[in-house]
DNA sequence: TGGTTTTGAGTCAACCGTGTCTCAAAACAT
DNA sequence: ATGTTTTGAGACACGGTTGACTCAAAACCA
């Protein structure tokens, strides 16, 4: 019955576009990035909370699924970390803005899909300790923090043209466990 | 012949404390957090903008002057990253908006000064190549991102309770040098 | 073609932040 | 005490963003 011109599925990729350009694009800038009326795009998103909420959602869902796919052909914990982070170098290409979102954190849904991930990294973190790859008596949390900040200096790094961006994920593996001394690995 | 009884000292401290605790801190908010009007902010400093600079130009100054302090009294390379590491965390305390304030880097004097800083930085880093504490194959500019992110996850995991304060440096040097893996130094 | 639904353009009120200004009161120096 | 200077409170215009709403035109389906 309905007949959109254009999809709900457009409609975010091209806000997730307008807002990778600017984080702060106004609701006005979006929909013209878009090619769509302003109208139109509050009709579909009451509030700009509602659209960012719903584009989290979908980065969030394109992760899982991307990590699933890239790790499930891992030869190793090692290689399995390294396949995840050329997921989320992937994502974090898609959607940078998220990073600075923590708006849509007060949204459940999206707090507790986010807390899974947290959990699973943590997981994955705690085998690598089991296999000798990573030392058992650095906290897990550090690790993971240190990966989401080396995961930020990535995304810079190839974006500064500095590091080719097939060799991100090795290097910031490479980087995170072996770290930047000689002698190492 | 003025006789002001809220010094310019006195309103960066309280300035940086309020962007501190809010990094979008309104000019009203700023006001109130140092405890004078909103005018007699705007008399002093006329736009945000001009705060700001005022700001990162301080934040700079107190950078070098910490981590020349703190420097001085190295044993050697390794422990030269060290103590800058420390000196960084402390003024990443005291100014964690700067950060996120890109705007500033608009201003020739601050862009000259951070560049001048960035430049050390990786005078430094040639240095511990030349003295072995860094691998020569990894690129300069990954080296400092990386320091740059890892302060970043340092900041975030004291302000978490996660580290102990005293402890963040050595953690974050030795996760910098050897990462996490087993084995390393 | 006819009936349904979406769309674009435009209007509107409301909010918030900025930056400027005025003026009376308070702090200060001599 | 006198005169200077700063201060606080308040008002003002301006610009930008949001979200709601209307209405005619266009797209669509049958």
Redesign the interface.
């Known amino acids: 019955m309905g007949r959109p011109r254009t999809s709900r599925e457009e409609m975010l990729a091209g806000a997730a576009r307008a807002l990778a350009a600017d984080r702060n694009a106004s609701m006005a800038t979006i929909a013209a990035a878009i090619g769509v009326s302003r109208a139109t795009l509050h009709r579909h998103y009451a509030t700009r909370r509602e659209l960012l909420v719903e584009l989290t959602r979908r980065a969030l869902d394109e992760t899982d699924r991307l990590c699933a796919v890239r790790m499930a052909g891992a030869r190793d914990t090692r290689h399995a970390l390294e396949l995840m982070v050329e997921a989320l170098v992937v994502i974090g290409e898609r959607y940078p803005f998220l990073t ?1 979102a923590m708006e849509v954190m007060t949204d459940e849904g999206v707090r507790a899909h986010y807390a899974r991930q947290v959990a699973e990294l943590a997981e994955l973190v705690e085998l690598a300790k089991r296999d ?5 008596g ?2 897990t ?3 993971a ?2 990966l ?3 995961l ?2 990535g995304w ?2 190839v974006r ?1 043209g ?2 080719p961006k097939e060799e991100v994920a090795t ?1 910031l593996v ?9 002698r ?2």
């Open positions: 600075y000798g790859v990573i030392r058992e650095v906290p949390a550090w690790v923090r240190s989401d900040a080396l930020y200096a810079e790094a500064a500095e590091v290097l490479r980087t995170l466990l072996e770290g930047v001394a000689p190492g690995g």
